[in-house]
């Protein structure tokens, strides 16, 4: 299996909401990545989960909450976000080295993101 | 300062025929390079990755090559299809946790 899955597909939230997002591997990777892409930009890296503990964060604002409840799964909680937060949120894992990015990552569908 | 530039930013082809999209990096110290196939709206797929040693790699109708001295990469569609309509990216890794991510060259392949 060499898939990652990422619900849901499409996500619609007002400004006062409160969503997650999840995603989900069962190669055995123990890195998982949240990255951010707005249309026509390249993807933007948010947060890198390695070995379940939160190893970088981009500055992202206190609204995106990132969770590793354990080795396979990883979850963006949203809440109070923006109109500008509107993008596809794209999940990655990879094997987790010394050096993450030595290995290749492997990108879920991503789920696309309103916020109205 | 880490950089990837891709050009062109679009082709537009007949299908059938060939292609070659280009990547300059400016990244140090390099760790590898990888070309990502990305339809719209959705993630990422792998094509390829290189590292410092390798000058050539195919998959497919995909030819990648690598030349670390002048520090330029290229992506060769060979017969195109209307399939391989895309964004394609450049992706260039420092040897950290993080990926350097190019622009990208949109494709459309028409009939």
């Known amino acids: 299996d060499t898939e990652v899955t990422q619900t849901p597909k499409h996500l619609v939230m007002g400004m006062t909401n409160k969503k997650s997002l999840k995603c989900e591997q069962h190669?055995?990777?123990?890195?998982m990545y949240w990255y951010k892409q707005k249309a026509k930009k390249p993807p933007e890296l948010m947060f890198v989960?390695?070995?379940?503990?939160?190893?970088i964060n981009e500055s992202v604002p206190s609204r995106f909450s990132p969770e590793c409840p354990n080795s396979s799964l990883l979850n963006l909680h949203l809440h109070a976000l923006q109109p500008e937060d509107s993008a596809l949120y794209l999940c990655?894992?990879?094997?987790?080295?010394?050096?993450?990015?030595?290995?290749?990552?492997?990108f879920g569908p991503g789920t696309r993101l309103t916020v109205t | 300062k880490n950089q990837v530039e891709q050009s062109p930013q679009s082709l537009i082809i007949l299908e059938g025929k060939n292609c070659t999209l280009q990547c300059n990096y400016t990244v140090s110290p390099f760790s590898n390079l990888r070309w990502y196939k990305q339809d719209t709206g959705r993630g990422p797929v792998s094509l390829t990755i290189?590292?410092?040693?390798?000058n050539t790699k195919s998959n497919g109708r995909y030819t990648a090559t690598l030349d670390a001295d002048t520090k330029q990469s290229s992506l060769h569609i060979t017969a195109s299809q209307l399939s391989d309509s895309a964004s394609y990216i450049c992706?260039?890794?420092?040897?950290?946790?993080?990926?350097?991510f190019g622009t990208g060259t949109r494709l459309q392949v028409f009939p």
């Open positions: 989960y390695s070995y379940e503990k939160l190893s």
């Open positions: 190669m055995g990777h123990r890195a």
């Open positions: 290189m590292t410092f040693s390798e």
């Open positions: 992706v260039v890794s420092d040897n950290t946790d993080k990926l350097i």
């Open positions: 990655a894992s990879s094997q987790d080295p010394p050096r993450v990015a030595s290995y290749e990552q492997y």
